[in-house]
């Protein structure tokens, strides 16, 4: 039996035009309900009906009670979302012990609440728990990574075989099917923190529009003596990319938005410092003209995203250089 059998945790979902799925993640948390104290559905003006779609899905299925609608008039980003949210629990007479952030995209493939809060019952030096992650028809995906460095961001931009082996220690994500194991960072697709712990860096930090905001979260929380694990018992099932359409499985080049750029350089200047920040933009720079001149010679589309160069240097180098963002 649970050393802790009560409902100490409260679920986050925050939502950006992915009603339908959302709906199905909330219901997902319901049909594994231990350990769950209410489940927070964030809209972050959704475009269309979303806002109202959730709040029908939620009268219908009598979820009044159990789930919340937060129908928000702009929206957040995913840092600043779920902030609404935790700041509002941080601020009650008995705050849950357990916070789980839950992609709207996403969905409990077993009981991973339970699984994680256990986890974190016996392991008092832990804050963030993450789950295996698996996507449809793929298999596990990448769920567990090491914090980025100028050696991985250079060796993933040239995207080359026998130099990446060269560089693995150093490579961001780590084996799809890694068990049960203290890592550097876990996805924020389906992620549990320890609000004490939370509550000791800050939550959120709200410079971070989406991206990166969950990596530099645990990176704060490893500063403060907090650790993070992935725990591979407790599995979500994503169809990563679908809210935010990065990641989400397309195969032509496409552009990436200009808010990915500044969460990247805001998060090397925070934590690497400014000097460092600029070096991460030129090896990340000089990766791509490597990876450029090895596709030419290979025949092959370069890996870089569509328009790298001139977004690196509008959204990324300018803004370390003082210089205004060109959006």
């Known amino acids: ?55 029908k899905a939620i009268a219908e299925r009598g979820w009044d009670g159990r789930v919340y609608l937060h129908a928000e ?16 629990l941080a601020q009650q007479e008995n705050p849950p012990n357990w916070v789980f952030l839950l992609n709207p995209d996403a969905s409990l493939g077993n009981a991973a ?7 974190l019952d016996g392991h008092p ?41 060269i560089c693995d220690r150093w490579q961001v994500p780590l084996d799809p099917d890694l068990p049960t194991s203290r890592v ?26 989406l991206y990166y905001e969950e990596v530099d979260l645990m990176r704060q929380l490893a500063r403060k003596g907090w650790q993070t694990w992935h725990v591979a018992e407790a599995l979500v099932i994503h169809a990563e990319g679908v ?33 460092r920040a600029l070096l991460a933009c030129l090896a990340w720079g000089a990766g791509a003209v490597f990876n450029l001149g ?12 569509l328009n790298f160069f001139s977004d690196l240097w509008s959204h990324a180098i300018r803004p370390l250089l003082g210089l205004r963002d060109v959006s």
């Open 243 to 275: 809210a935010t359409g990065v990641g989400s499985g397309r195969s032509e080049r496409r552009p990436l938005p200009a808010y990915l750029y500044h969460s990247w350089q805001y998060y090397m200047r925070k934590n690497l410092g400014h000097s």
């Open 125 to 165: 030096q832990v804050a963030a728990a993450g789950t295996r992650i698996e996507k449809p028809q793929r298999g596990s995906v990448v769920a567990a990574f090491r914090f980025p460095s100028l050696i991985s961001t250079f060796s993933d931009a040239v995207s080359f075989g026998p130099l990446s082996r």
């Open 113 to 119: 609440i339970q699984i994680l809060a256990e986890f």
């Open 184 to 209: 550097d960072w876990v996805s924020g697709a389906a992620v549990m923190l320890r609000m004490t712990a939370l509550r000791d860096v800050g939550f959120f930090d709200p410079e971070y529009f």
């Open 1 to 55: 039996m649970s050393k802790h059998p009560v409902a100490d945790v409260s679920v986050i979902v925050v939502n950006f035009g992915t009603a339908e799925l959302a709906i199905k993640a909330v219901a997902s948390v319901l049909t594994h309900p231990q350990r769950v104290r209410e489940i927070h559905l964030v809209d972050n003006n959704s475009p269309g009906q979303d806002s109202a779609e959730l709040a």
């Open 294 to 305: 090895l596709a030419r010679l290979r025949g092959k589309e370069p890996a870089a995203p």
């Open 73 to 88: 008039p702009i929206n957040h980003g995913f840092g600043r979302g779920n902030n609404l949210i935790l700041e509002h």
